[in-house]
């Protein structure tokens, strides 16, 4: 995600009879193109099919969802993320009232029909206002393919978060039930936090039939242009078939016909960027510009981009941007603003299509991770896109970054789960600014070429994966000959004795 208090005002910061199950998912999806070091995806562990069905005058999603996977224990989870949203749920506070500003109307999503291999099974919710829904797994199957069917009803939340809507579209992010993800220290059953983006997902096959009434039209993590779209007559309601291969989640946008894209490749890549009609045509021509342009920096500097279509979808919100795989959601006010953080935020989502997107990691526990690393490559695409242009972005990182040393005190760190920022200043100012700014520093010390060199060695190593904080710095003591730990204590866990044995580590790397 992306946001900052200061610059942008406000937070700124029914499986039907007859799907086809053998379905070869040929062609469509985008698993084909590597390139140079890049390694081929391996095969998706996990499987979603849905069929859904939008009603978007009650703003209401229907669908079933069959999901198959291996099972790791007797039991599996899945996040229902629209049940924070519930009227029982207590979203007071300042830091809620930042991510869903002070209008809203509650939402979530209840869940029938529950079934394992065909065999039905109570509905148990779990968590707090039901964010979880828990399966219970015969023992007997374990290691094997197992599959977990369901039915759902959506009633989508309004407010000016990930899951949304407005009288001109409906963005849905975080919104179908999701596998948790059980890692070395169990299973991860975090709550949707009101602070950082608190996802952690495995890569997965995703196919949806996506069932449209007349007059709307879509952008998703899957492949619309190639998407079998079939009408019906006279009511004209439109099918989309949709598949989308290797990626963490599936989000989309129903939009109505005052959208328009924008489209261009990038290489074999289609990037669409979808606007209103009386948006500044300058402005949206700049963002669509950048969305190309930083597709093609990042593929070049760090992994080709495997996928065949990347979206960016203006949406409603106060969020900034927010990134999923193969789309991303952009504030709507940024298509009307000729100020240069509309492009930074593009950059920033595009970035992400790397750092969370490919490459995978606890967004709750170590959100430096993505988000450091992210928001390093916007500043150094932005430099290099336009140094002068640039100047104010990188500013204003730089000074955040010295801001934080004042959480030393606090003993707040930039390597601290999400539940534990007090604020979202203190989230910017750490998880953005200063992990942003400990990877500038090494590229102004070392030079670009060097630092995205050991970068890439990061991504080949964990594309399709997920990454650790732990490895990152394995990664930098192997590469430099010495250990980098007295950098990332410095940096990261503002452990500001160290900055001497910091800099000697930046130094001594720098000469060897
Ligand atoms: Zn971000």
């Known amino acids: 995600m992306w946001r900052n208090r200061w610059v942008l005002s406000v937070v700124v910061g029914v499986v039907l009879a007859g799907f086809l199950w053998e379905k070869p998912w040929t062609s469509l999806a985008g698993a ?54 519930q009227s029982t749920a207590d979203l007071s506070g300042v830091n809620w009232e930042q991510v869903l500003g002070k209008q809203r109307e509650p939402g979530g999503i209840t869940i029938t029909d529950v079934r394992v291999d065909g065999q039905a099974v109570d509905v148990v919710y779990a968590g707090k206002t039901n964010t979880l829904l828990r399966v219970p797994l015969p023992v007997s199957k374990q290691l094997r393919q197992t599959e977990v069917e369901m039915s759902f009803r959506l009633q989508v939340p309004y407010n000016n978060g990930r899951l949304s809507f407005n009288d001109h579209a409906m963005w849905l992010g975080n919104w179908l039930p999701i596998l948790s993800v059980k890692d070395a220290d169990g299973w991860r059953l975090d709550p949707y936090s009101s602070i950082g983006d608190p996802f952690y997902s495995s890569m997965a096959n995703y196919h949806l039939r996506v069932h449209l009434p007349a007059g709307f039209q879509l952008a998703t993590s899957g492949i619309e242009s190639v998407a079998v779209v079939t009408e019906t007559r006279p009511e004209r309601r439109s099918t989309y078939e949709l598949d989308a291969w290797n990626v963490r989640d599936f989000a989309m946008v129903i939009m109505d016909d005052t959208y328009r894209q924008t489209s261009s490749k990038v290489g074999d890549t289609t990037v669409n960027t979808w606007w209103q009609l009386g948006d500044d045509p300058a402005i949206v021509e700049r963002l669509h510009q950048v969305a190309s342009k930083s597709l093609a920096y ?25 990134e999923y795989p193969c789309i991303v959601f952009i504030q709507d006010d940024l298509f009307n603003r000729n100020a240069p953080m509309g492009e930074a935020v593009v950059a920033h989502e595009t970035a992400h299509q790397w750092f969370y997107g490919l490459i995978g990691n606890d967004e709750v526990r170590e959100a430096w991770l993505d988000e450091g690393l992210t928001d390093y490559a916007t500043m150094a695409f932005l430099e290099q896109l336009d140094a002068d242009r640039a100047k104010g972005y990188i500013h204003l990182r730089l000074s955040q970054s010295r801001a934080a040393e004042a959480y030393a005190t606090r003993g707040l760190t930039a390597w601290h789960s999400v539940e534990q920022y007090p604020d979202w200043k ?24 060097r630092l995205h060199q050991i970068l890439r060695n990061y991504v080949t190593e964990h594309q399709y994966r997920q990454a650790s904080g732990k490895r990152l710095v394995e990664i930098f003591s192997d590469a430099s000959g010495a250990d980098a730990t007295p950098f990332f204590d410095y940096w990261l866990g503002l452990k500001l004795d160290k900055a001497t044995l910091a800099e000697e580590w930046v130094k001594r790397v720098k000469h060897e």
């Open 426 to 449: 203190s989230y910017n100012d750490l998880v953005y600014g200063r992990a942003g700014v400990m990877w500038w520093t090494l590229k102004e010390a070392w030079g670009a070429e």
């Open 32 to 85: 084909g193109d590597y390139s140079g070091k890049s390694q081929e995806p391996p095969p998706a562990q996990v499987t979603y099919r849905a069929d859904v069905w939008m009603d978007m005058k009650e703003r209401v999603v229907t669908g079933t969802l069959a999901v198959r996977f291996a099972p790791q224990d007797d039991k599996a989870f899945f996040h229902l993320y629209p049940n924070a949203f």
């Open 298 to 322: 990042y593929s070049e500097q760090f992994s080709a981009y495997p996928y065949k279509e990347y979206d960016v979808v203006k949406t409603g919100g106060f969020f900034g941007g927010m």
